[in-house]
């Protein structure tokens, strides 16, 4: 049974900086990332990382926010280091993991945390 299992949100000010955290178990994951999403406007690719390290990200966030992935036994740890962090970057942010192979893959999604930046 697959879980992925976040952690890491909250409040913070303009500036500062929060991480987050992602526990997915249960399968063989390649493609993992993070999604973000704001009420009345669609889920969007923040980061994302391949079981082979290689990362993508959305423009709004390069250079402020790094995405980080630790193959340990039978649990991977998902990780989003937001730094210098924007009213804008206020959202419900997901977890996302891939496995199975590229003809039938499966989508898994976390249960969201909340990140708000305010003064």
């Known amino acids: 049974q697959v879980q992925l299992v976040e952690s890491g949100g909250g409040l913070v000010q303009p500036g500062e900086s929060l991480r987050l955290s992602c526990a997915a178990s249960?399968?063989?994951?390649?493609?993992m990332g993070w999604y973000r999403q704001v009420p009345g406007k669609q889920r969007e690719l923040v980061a994302a990382i391949t079981s082979g390290g290689n990362t993508n990200y959305a423009d709004s966030v390069k250079g402020r926010f790094t995405i980080s992935r630790d193959n340990a036994k039978n649990i991977v740890y998902l990780d989003l280091q937001m730094n210098s962090l924007k009213p804008e970057d206020t959202a419900a942010y997901y977890c996302?993991?891939?496995?199975?192979?590229?003809?039938?893959?499966?989508?898994?999604w976390g249960q969201g945390t909340q990140v708000t930046v305010s003064s």
């Open positions: 249960g399968s063989i994951f390649s493609a």
């Open positions: 996302n993991a891939q496995s199975g192979p590229s003809w039938s893959t499966r989508s898994y």
